[in-house]
């Protein structure tokens, strides 16, 4: 593996394995441990319990007899996947007859999950054992749980046919031309990799990951090798420090149309120089799979996606305008002028962006910060100094230049039952809390709102104007603002109402009714401290509602 580090790395307590550290340390990102010691879990918070409950499918990363990693899918209707505890599954659904992954799900198997609702882009990981396999189902306990952000998600809708007609289940050790051909016209497949060194660590064990790009992606070397380029992520490194320390990997490349499973297992060299990262702009490093072993298993699964994932618009910006002083907001509309998918508040908008110089188009995904029903779309982007995307929209993107715009998606948003709310937000955050305050106080203009957010100081708060006359417009709307480097010119204008970071001591100033619901954006370590946090003091777990940018 070039240009890669092959050293050992204290683990003392931390989430992460040697392999992850190790690269965590050469690329400059050894601050996310501080992170992943908040975010990733020993325990599934209600949410995540909730949202595997409600799948139809998950995805799953296994090993067989031989040792070698295998993804496979775990299907079955809504309902076959339960929660006895927030530490494990019961999970009904088992790998199709002639998968690579029939016979290999038994008692003490390591297993990684991973849950992805691909119409919304929500996804969440968790890594443990089979503790049991009774013939009825697969018992699972934990070791570690931890969302993801939707970054590379095409979003497809699903439904299930009463039952499957698989084809002949054929096995090889070559990829065919046909083969080949559906690989190259992917945009989605997922990873299976492991790692279990000495002793007993929660890092130990599979991981299931989820890998997208525009269709082409992965490239098709020969019928014995394929490549594909590794993009910048959540900076765990949970599959390349897993392949780092145990090279081998398990992909899989599902048929959405048809139902079809294309397993392959093989061996993964992970090259990080200019020559190879050429061929794949945006990308960290370049994946190469060596092919050992291929299950191809024909309309295996009863459930049917969208083959096409996304919708994609023109869109043109009509406005461009500052709301901080590192944060803008752009205002588009459709270029044929025709009427746009519809959204809810709290939603985001994934935008594919063409960057002059670079022969690719770049896909990000940015909350929607104005109401729905204007046919418009208005994203507020942070320009993050080294972000290749916000710093092209802020210094050189201009009224009428175009963007591609696909269909909004996420599952923050409102309750049907409009409870009182508390929105909390801290940095760029506050930008699907927006979208949600001013929908809420459209649905109910007397609703009980408390409105907390956190930001370095007042040229660094966004909408801190639109959040000013909206408080004065609804008297049930309470504001509450945190600047953690507040200057002279702040506390003389009351432009705040508190120096230092918002924490959890905020909610001793307020009297919360008991049917409050919560919604919390910012940083990965600020939204753990605040769902602990809440939890701690006796809240619904299910009432609280968060949405990951990544991990900071």
Same mark, same amino acid.
């Given at each position: 593996?070039?240009?890669?580090?092959? !050293?050992?790395?204290?683990?003392?307590?931390?989430?992460?394995?040697?392999?992850?550290?190790?690269?965590?340390?050469?690329?400059?990102?050894?601050?996310?441990?501080?992170?992943?010691?908040?975010?990733?879990?020993?325990?599934?918070?209600?949410?995540?319990?909730?949202?595997?409950?409600?799948?139809?499918?998950?995805?799953?990363?296994?090993?067989?007899?031989?040792?070698?990693? #295998?993804?496979?899918?775990?299907?079955?209707?809504?309902?076959?996947?339960?929660?006895?505890?927030?530490?494990?599954?019961?999970?009904?659904?088992?790998?199709?007859?002639?998968?690579?992954?029939?016979?290999?799900?038994?008692?003490?198997?390591?297993?990684?999950?991973?849950?992805?609702?691909?119409?919304?882009?929500?996804?969440?990981?968790?890594?443990?054992? !089979?503790?049991?396999?009774?013939?009825?189902?697969?018992?699972?306990?934990?070791? $570690?749980?931890?969302?993801?952000?939707?970054?590379? *998600?095409?979003? =497809?809708?699903?439904?299930?046919?009463?039952?499957?007609?698989?084809?002949?289940?054929?096995?090889?050790?070559?990829?065919?031309?046909?083969?080949?051909?559906?690989?190259?016209?992917?945009?989605?497949? &997922?990873?299976?990799?492991? &790692?279990?060194?000495?002793?007993?660590?929660?890092?130990?064990?599979?991981?299931?990951?989820? =890998?997208?790009?525009?269709?082409?992606?992965?490239?098709? %070397?020969?019928? =014995?090798?394929?490549?594909?380029?590794?993009?910048?992520?959540?900076?765990?490194?949970?599959?390349?420090?897993?392949?780092?320390?145990?090279?081998?990997?398990?992909?899989?490349?599902?048929?959405?149309?048809?139902?079809?499973?294309?397993?392959?297992?093989?061996?993964?060299?992970?090259?990080?120089?200019?020559?190879?990262?050429?061929?794949?702009?945006?990308?960290? +490093? /370049?994946?190469?799979?060596?092919?050992?072993?291929?299950?191809?298993?024909?309309?295996?699964?009863?459930?049917? #996606?969208?083959?096409?994932?996304?919708?994609?618009?023109?869109?043109?910006? !009509?406005?461009?305008?500052?709301?901080?002083?590192?944060?803008?907001?752009?205002?588009?509309?459709? +270029?044929?002028?025709?009427?746009?998918?519809?959204?809810?508040?709290?939603?985001? %908008?994934? *935008?594919? /962006?063409?960057?002059?110089?670079?022969?690719?188009? !770049?896909?990000?995904?940015?909350?929607?910060?104005?109401?729905?029903?204007?046919?418009?779309?208005?994203?507020?982007?942070?320009?993050?100094?080294?972000?290749? /995307?916000?710093?092209?929209?802020?210094?050189?993107?201009?009224?009428?230049?175009?963007?591609?715009?696909?269909?909004?998606?996420?599952?923050?948003?409102?309750?049907?039952? $409009?409870?009182?709310?508390?929105? *909390?937000?801290?940095?760029?955050?506050?930008?699907?809390?927006?979208?949600?305050?001013?929908?809420?106080?459209?649905?109910?203009?007397?609703?009980?709102? #408390?409105?907390?957010?956190?930001?370095?100081?007042?040229?660094?708060?966004?909408?801190?104007?639109?959040?000013?006359?909206?408080?004065? =417009?609804?008297?049930?709307?309470?504001?509450?603002?945190?600047?953690?480097?507040?200057? /002279?010119?702040?506390?003389?204008?009351?432009?705040?109402?508190?120096?230092?970071?918002?924490?959890?001591?905020?909610?001793?100033? &307020?009297?919360?009714?008991?049917?409050?619901?919560?919604?919390?954006?910012?940083?990965?370590?600020?939204?753990?401290? #605040?769902?602990?946090?809440?939890?701690?003091?006796?809240?619904?777990?299910?009432?609280?509602?968060?949405?990951?940018?990544?991990?900071?």
């Amino acid at each position: 593996m070039s240009d890669l580090p092959q !050293i050992e790395s204290n683990t003392d307590g931390s989430p992460f394995h040697d392999g992850e550290i190790a690269l965590q340390e050469s690329l400059g990102v050894r601050r996310i441990e501080a992170v992943g010691r908040r975010v990733i879990r020993p325990f599934m918070p209600d949410q995540h319990r909730q949202f595997f409950c409600e799948q139809p499918f998950l995805i799953a990363a296994a090993r067989d007899a031989d040792g070698l990693p #295998w993804a496979t899918v775990l299907e079955g209707d809504v309902g076959h996947v339960t929660s006895p505890t927030d530490k494990s599954l019961r999970i009904s659904g088992k790998p199709v007859p002639g998968d690579a992954l029939s016979d290999a799900l038994t008692a003490g198997a390591d297993l990684g999950l991973i849950g992805i609702e691909l119409a919304s882009r929500r996804r969440n990981r968790v890594n443990g054992k !089979i503790v049991r396999s009774d013939g009825e189902a697969l018992h699972f306990a934990v070791d $570690q749980s931890f969302g993801n952000c939707p970054q590379h *998600i095409h979003a =497809r809708d699903y439904h299930l046919l009463p039952k499957a007609t698989p084809g002949p289940v054929s096995r090889s050790n070559v990829l065919n031309a046909d083969q080949q051909a559906r690989i190259q016209a992917a945009d989605t497949f &997922f990873i299976a990799s492991g &790692f279990r060194g000495n002793g007993d660590h929660p890092s130990f064990g599979m991981d299931a990951s989820h =890998r997208g790009g525009p269709v082409g992606f992965v490239r098709i %070397l020969s019928g =014995r090798q394929l490549q594909y380029p590794d993009y910048p992520g959540n900076n765990y490194f949970n599959t390349m420090g897993n392949l780092l320390r145990d090279g081998r990997a398990g992909l899989l490349f599902i048929d959405f149309a048809n139902g079809g499973l294309l397993q392959i297992s093989g061996r993964a060299t992970i090259d990080a120089t200019a020559q190879q990262l050429s061929h794949f702009p945006g990308a960290q +490093r /370049v994946v190469t799979i060596d092919v050992e072993a291929v299950v191809d298993l024909p309309s295996a699964l009863r459930l049917r #996606w969208d083959a096409q994932g996304d919708a994609i618009r023109d869109l043109r910006l !009509i406005e461009k305008r500052p709301e901080s002083i590192d944060s803008k907001s752009f205002v588009f509309e459709p +270029r044929d002028r025709g009427a746009l998918p519809e959204f809810e508040a709290g939603q985001h %908008l994934p *935008i594919d /962006v063409a960057i002059p110089g670079r022969p690719d188009k !770049i896909r990000r995904a940015y909350s929607l910060t104005n109401l729905p029903g204007q046919n418009r779309y208005q994203i507020t982007v942070k320009r993050d100094p080294l972000g290749l /995307v916000s710093r092209y929209l802020h210094d050189a993107f201009e009224v009428g230049d175009r963007v591609q715009g696909l269909r909004p998606s996420g599952a923050m948003t409102l309750p049907h039952s $409009q409870p009182p709310l508390m929105m *909390i937000s801290a940095g760029i955050g506050i930008t699907p809390m927006m979208g949600l305050v001013q929908a809420a106080l459209k649905e109910a203009p007397q609703r009980a709102i #408390w409105f907390l957010h956190g930001a370095r100081d007042a040229h660094h708060h966004p909408f801190a104007f639109e959040l000013d006359q909206l408080r004065r =417009r609804h008297p049930a709307l309470v504001t509450y603002t945190c600047y953690s480097k507040a200057d /002279v010119s702040d506390r003389r204008a009351l432009k705040h109402d508190h120096d230092g970071h918002l924490t959890l001591d905020a909610l001793s100033y &307020f009297s919360l009714p008991a049917n409050i619901e919560f919604f919390v954006c910012g940083p990965d370590a600020f939204m753990a401290d #605040w769902q602990d946090g809440l939890v701690q003091r006796g809240m619904n777990g299910a009432k609280i509602h968060t949405e990951s940018f990544g991990a900071s």
